[in-house]
C-alpha cells in the first residue's frame, strides 16, 4: 500500500458543528502532517506528528484539535470553525525527514 | 525571515524544454524539494536535492547550488498533462518541517 488516504473527501459543515477528518498511511512512516490550503496558494503547515508524539504546532487555532491514535492513522478535529476556515485539507506522511512527502487527496471543507 | 521566491508563470510549447527557478533566503537548509500540483489535486513528490548538482528522473531533472542559494526543477519532452503548479520547498531545520515557496503556474501551449 503506497498511499495516503483522507475522508470524507467533502465536507460543509456550519459553524456551531462538531466533525472530524480522517487520514490513514501504511507505508511505515514516522511523520504525518496537517496542512490548509486555500486556492492559488501553497499548503500552510498546520500540525506535525512524529512517532505519534505532536513536534510542531504552528500556532493553530484550538478550534483545530489533532489526535494521532497509532501510527498509520492521524485525525483532524473540527469545532465552532469559521467562514474562512474553509479550504482543502491535506494530510501528508514522510519516511524521513520531512523533505519527502506524500499527500493525501485531502478533504474540502466548506463552512457555512 | 524565510523566503523562497519561484516565478508566478511560465508557459512553454509541447515538446520543448522548461526551466523553473527557486532562490531562497532561510534561517537553515536542509535540502529543496519539488512538487507537482494539479488543478484540483494534491501535491505530488517530484524532487530532493540536499547536495549541489543534478539529479535526474525521467523527464524531470533538479539542481541545487548551495553557495547561490538557488535551485531549478528542468522539465523535458513537455506533455500537455504537464500543466500544473510546482511548487519548491525547503527543509530548514533538523525537524520534520518544510516550507513551500508560492508556487509556478506552468502553462503548456500546443
Known amino acids: 500500500d503506497t498511499e495516503v488516504t483522507q475522508t470524507p473527501k467533502h465536507l460543509v459543515m456550519g459553524m456551531t458543528n462538531k466533525k472530524s477528518l480522517k487520514c490513514e498511511q501504511h507505508m511505515g512512516h514516522r511523520a504525518m502532517y496537517w496542512y490548509k490550503q486555500k486556492a492559488k496558494k501553497p499548503p500552510e503547515l498546520m500540525f506535525v506528528y512524529s512517532y505519534e508524539k505532536l513536534s510542531i504546532n504552528e500556532s493553530v487555532p484550538s478550534r483545530f484539535s489533532p489526535e494521532c491514535p497509532n501510527s498509520s492513522l492521524l485525525n483532524l478535529h473540527l469545532h465552532a470553525l469559521q467562514p474562512e476556515d474553509s479550504a482543502l485539507y491535506l494530510c501528508?506522511?514522510?519516511?524521513?525527514?520531512?523533505?519527502?512527502?506524500?499527500f493525501g487527496p485531502g478533504t474540502r471543507l466548506t463552512v457555512t | 525571515g524565510q523566503s523562497l521566491e519561484q516565478p508566478s508563470e511560465v508557459t512553454a510549447v509541447e515538446g520543448a524544454i522548461v526551466q523553473i527557478n527557486c532562490t531562497y533566503q532561510t534561517s537553515g537548509f536542509y535540502g529543496l524539494s519539488w512538487y507537482q500540483q494539479h488543478d484540483g489535486g494534491a501535491p505530488t513528490f517530484l524532487s530532493y536535492?540536499?547536495?549541489?548538482g543534478l539529479e535526474e528522473t525521467g523527464r524531470f531533472s533538479s539542481f541545487l547550488s548551495r553557495s547561490d542559494s538557488y535551485g531549478y526543477l528542468l522539465l523535458q519532452e513537455l506533455q500537455m498533462k504537464d500543466s500544473a503548479s510546482y511548487f519548491c520547498?525547503?527543509?530548514?531545520?533538523?525537524?520534520?518541517?518544510?516550507?513551500f515557496g508560492k508556487g509556478t503556474r506552468l502553462h503548456i501551449l500546443p
Open positions: 501528508a506522511s514522510s519516511p524521513r525527514q520531512g523533505h519527502e512527502q506524500y
Open positions: 520547498a525547503v527543509r530548514t531545520g533538523r525537524d520534520d518541517k518544510i516550507i
Open positions: 536535492n540536499a547536495l549541489d
